[in-house]
């Protein structure tokens, strides 16, 4: 048996996914991480169905943007003209990969700020730039929406990958599993304080993503071994304190794995048939009736007034 925390935990993940949590529970405020570094967009903060999205000061004018969200740079854009990062332009933009919650704004961004440098891994290149055959690899029929490809300008290949923008180093680990050119972000502030971005790095794996779970295992095990301080994660917030986000990223796997998924799908299947078997062994000394449709089972009712 599942515990029921899982079921809830499936429950608030889906709500927030299938945008049952409208825009009036905006929270209305950006947060403050650290100096210089804010989450700016969210389900709550920017809009529907958006991931976090994270801004990060680099040098003195600049910006560079973990995730884009689903359709809202603007809000997005207003959110970061109430932190301490006003004034400065977006220069660098980082999918971390292939989702529509993740990169559907990159467009809009992309006109906003002609300049930005985007930048994403080659394994999830194809699907983020709309080759053929590739939907179902953004999940943006989850959004009922149509992905606006955006340019990207760097691929990531290598692994790890260091970036050096304006004096900002970056460490960019490829993190194949919820998608197969997933990345984590690593960023170390002046006083030492690591900070990981890992978007999704909860699932949920699905066969339509290309997820692959014993790929997800030993990239979670990197990112464990990282021993980060704060994790900026893509849905379920931020986590500060090395323990806890240790405990996140071990306990993924058993929230969302593809086969709890399945297991809660096909409950009602499975105990039927468990059902009908028990029954089957009283058939000789009773009268069994099955209904496949509350339809049946009305007009069963209906021909034995006597019943009720
Ligand atoms: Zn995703």
Same mark, same amino acid.
């Given at each position: 048996m599942a515990p029921l925390t899982r079921l809830f935990e499936i429950y608030i993940f889906n709500a927030q996914r299938f945008n049952f949590f409208k825009r009036k529970y905006r929270i209305m405020n950006p947060k403050k991480i650290l100096e210089g570094l804010y989450l700016v967009g969210s389900e709550s903060l920017s809009g529907s169905g958006d991931c976090m999205?994270?801004?990060?000061?680099?040098?003195?004018?600049?910006?560079?943007?973990?995730?884009?969200?689903?359709?809202?740079a603007q809000q997005i854009l207003d959110n970061i003209a109430m932190t301490e990062l006003k004034d400065r332009d977006i220069s660098e933009l980082i999918l971390t990969?292939?989702?529509f919650d993740h990169i559907g704004a990159a467009h809009q961004f992309q006109q906003l700020f002609p300049n930005i440098k985007t930048y994403a891994h080659s394994w999830d290149l194809a699907a983020i730039t709309g080759q053929p055959n590739t939907k179902g690899l953004t999940a943006a029929?989850?959004?009922g929406l149509e992905?606006?490809?955006?340019?990207?300008?760097?691929?990531?290949?290598?692994d790890p990958e260091i970036l050096n923008i304006e004096g900002t180093k970056l460490i960019c680990y490829h993190t194949p599993g919820h998608t197969p050119g997933s990345i984590a972000v690593l960023y170390e502030n002046k006083e030492?304080?690591?900070?990981?971005?890992?978007?999704?790095?909860?699932?949920?794996?699905?066969? $339509?993503?290309?997820?692959? +779970?014993?790929?997800?295992?030993?990239?979670? %095990? &990197?990112l464990i071994s990282i021993e980060?301080?704060?994790?900026? $994660?893509?849905?379920?917030? +931020?986590?500060?304190?090395?323990?806890?986000? %240790? &405990?996140?990223?071990?306990g993924c796997k058993e929230k969302f794995d593809m086969e709890f998924y399945k297991w809660i799908w096909n409950f009602p299947k499975r105990s039927r048939h468990k059902i009908i078997s028990a029954l089957s062994k009283l058939h000789d000394h009773k009268k069994i009736y099955v209904f496949k449709h509350p339809k049946e089972l009305k007009k069963w009712i209906e021909d034995f007034p006597s019943l009720i």
């Open positions: 999205v994270y801004a990060l000061g680099i040098g003195k004018n600049h910006i560079c943007l973990i995730d884009a969200g689903t359709q809202y990969h292939c989702h029929n989850w959004y992905l606006v490809p955006p340019k990207i300008d760097y691929v990531l290949k290598k030492g304080i690591k900070v990981l971005f890992g978007q999704d790095i909860h699932g949920p794996f699905m066969d $339509e993503f290309n997820s692959n +779970i014993n790929d997800w295992v030993k990239s979670m %095990k &990197r980060s301080d704060i994790l900026c $994660e893509g849905h379920y917030g +931020i986590f500060e304190g090395k323990e806890k986000v %240790k &405990r996140f990223i071990e």
